[in-house]
């Protein structure tokens, strides 16, 4: 894999920071747009647009084929049985709150009980927390071990014959730990459980089998994996998704309106009410003929190898505490890091002044940040088309971190 070659095909990873050639490392957060990604969402626009399903002239024959294609290139990326398992919504946070408002509150019963991992992302929290409130249900947590791990021993206590519900990130946010999914979905089945996977964080990095992994529901979004913004993917088991009402109701949703009664579209139209974002999904389309082209174990390997390095040289580091597994078993490229005696805004602000691009904060995880006893961290993430040289210049900024603030050159 030629990654200067790739770096030719994103124009913002040509721009200046501050004076210094940007090193863009918050690709957790959101991911860059190759050329063709950006002619695909011009030319949708100047040739295409339209309305699908809802008229029989060109421009919309036009748009619904380019946003079925688009659910069918989906399907076949992450391994799905059909396309009409595949609803598109604006991101994994929306496909998170359909699962809950309409598959959990319609079957989650009083004493029931909902499991996520203590690593979550709040939009795979707070969405069961509603839940279990409104269902008078039990929500508890899976916690992971010192080493970021979530163990066999810890999911085999926490699901249990009153389990309903498992939901758990396939790739942590914050400490890149990946998690065996496969196996937690295997456990979860055998006690009654479905489990919903957020695959945000993994999707865009790692080949994806949904059927292999027999999840019931898996989520990700687009702007993640090299697409726009407000793009995203719901995949459910079509058994699952045909017991579930709605999640929202208007156009291009209904089968028969009358004055008192409706009845619904079938699969998957049931969930896609009004006019959606189909330059989005039509990008999405792009963005993963892109990514395949590049090669899935490709990026999974390049990523490796810089996560790897990177982590060596954190390591040399004394003041530099490392969130999350030490090693590369089951690990993603995603290091959550704090330098002591430094805020983490601070570390991050002080970075960009090196054309340095990192993340700060509690990353949408206030529950584990509390777990490790902390308020915030630093979190560098890698992608595809970053490089080696970029991770030297994101060790030399760390390095000069502390020596800004008065501590001299430690």
């Given amino acids: 894999m030629d990654v200067n070659k790739i770096r030719e095909d994103f124009p913002i990873l040509s721009i200046d920071i501050n004076g210094k050639k ?38 919309s024959v036009a748009a619904t084929d380019a946003y079925e294609g688009a659910r069918e290139k989906v399907k076949n990326f992450i391994r799905a049985r059909k396309a009409s398992e595949i609803i598109f919504t604006k991101n994994a946070t929306e496909s998170l ?32 927390q509603m839940v279990a409130k409104a269902k008078n249900a039990v929500l508890k947590y899976m916690y992971i071990n010192k080493e970021g791990r979530l163990t066999e021993e810890e999911y085999r206590e926490k699901i249990t014959d009153k389990t309903k519900l498992v ?18 979905v295997e456990y979860a089945h055998s006690k009654g459980a479905v489990v919903v996977v957020d695959g945000a964080q993994s999707v865009p990095h790692m080949k994806v089998n949904v059927t292999d992994l027999d999840a019931d529901f898996f989520v990700f979004s687009g702007h993640k994996a090299l697409a726009p913004m407000g793009i995203g993917v719901l995949y459910g088991k079509e058994e ?41 999904a039509v990008a999405l389309c792009a963005a993963i003929d892109y990514l395949e082209a590049v090669g899935m174990d490709n990026i999974t390997e390049h990523e490796k190898e810089l996560t790897e390095y ?40 002080i970075v960009d002044s090196y054309g340095v691009a990192v993340r700060a904060g509690h990353h949408c995880a206030q529950p584990l940040m509390k777990y490790l006893g902390i308020q915030a961290s630093s979190r560098a993430s890698f992608y595809f088309y ?5 991770v030297d210049k994101f060790i030399e900024s760390i390095k000069s971190v502390r020596k800004w603030l008065g501590y001299g050159e430690s």
């Fill in 22 to 59: 940007l090193v863009y490392l918050d690709n957790g957060a959101t991911t860059h747009k190759p050329k063709s990604v950006i002619q695909a969402i011009t030319d949708y626009n100047e040739k295409i647009n339209g309305n699908p399903h809802r008229g029989a002239h060109y421009l």
């Fill in 97 to 128: 709150n359909l699962i809950a408002y309409t598959y959990g509150m319609a079957f989650i019963q009083p004493g029931d009980e909902i499991v996520v991992t203590i690593s979550e992302h709040h939009s795979n929290i707070l969405p069961w």
């Fill in 167 to 184: 939901a758990v990130a396939q790739m942590s946010n914050v400490l890149g730990t990946i998690y065996p999914v496969k196996d937690i």
């Fill in 240 to 280: 699952l998704l045909l017991k579930m009402p709605p999640f929202l109701r208007g156009g291009d949703m209904i089968e028969y309106v009358t004055e008192q009664e409706s009845s619904f579209a079938e699969l998957p139209f049931k969930f896609e009410a009004g006019t959606q974002n189909v330059e989005g």
């Fill in 310 to 349: 990177a982590l060596s040289k954190m390591r040399e580091i004394p003041y530099v505490t490392i969130y999350g597994p030490r090693d590369m078993d089951s690990r993603g490229g995603i290091i959550s890091f704090n330098i002591e005696g430094v805020h983490p805004h601070d570390v991050a602000s």
């Fill in 386 to 390: 970053n490089t080696f040289e970029e």
